[in-house]
């Protein structure tokens, strides 16, 4: 029972996309293949962990030790931006069939 509360809790409640709209592109963005959708799932979810982690090693160890808290949704959206940018690169010279599946709602 409280399995099924925490992932309906963190899809519905705590979800970055719903309860923040951030990276809302991803959450707009439709295919007709199954494989990039999977792909664009898999990436989001990547990038989004990725970006959380290192949003708190910032917000954690520069960020509040300088009284800087009132960037933290900055900071967030900056790594967010570079880290797809960054993924958006290895794709495009790895596996150019996605990236062309992707289309222009990469991420």
């Given amino acids: 029972k409280e399995l099924i509360l925490l992932f309906i809790g963190s899809a519905l409640v705590n979800n970055f996309l719903l ?5 809302i ?7 007709s293949q199954l494989r990039a959708a ?3 799932g898999v990436a989001v979810t990547g990038v989004m ?15 509040d030790p300088l009284g800087l808290q009132y960037l933290q949704y900055v900071v967030f959206i900056l790594v967010i931006a570079s880290m797809v940018q960054a993924l958006e690169q290895v794709i ?15 991420l």
């Fill in 38 to 40: 999977v792909s664009m």
């Fill in 92 to 106: 495009k010279a790895r596996m150019p069939g996605l990236y062309r599946a992707f289309g222009i709602s990469f």
């Fill in 49 to 63: 962990f990725g970006a959380s982690t290192v949003s708190w090693l910032l917000y954690a160890y520069v960020l």
């Fill in 19 to 23: 309860a923040r709209f951030l990276g």
């Fill in 25 to 31: 592109c991803s959450f707009l963005g439709v295919t």
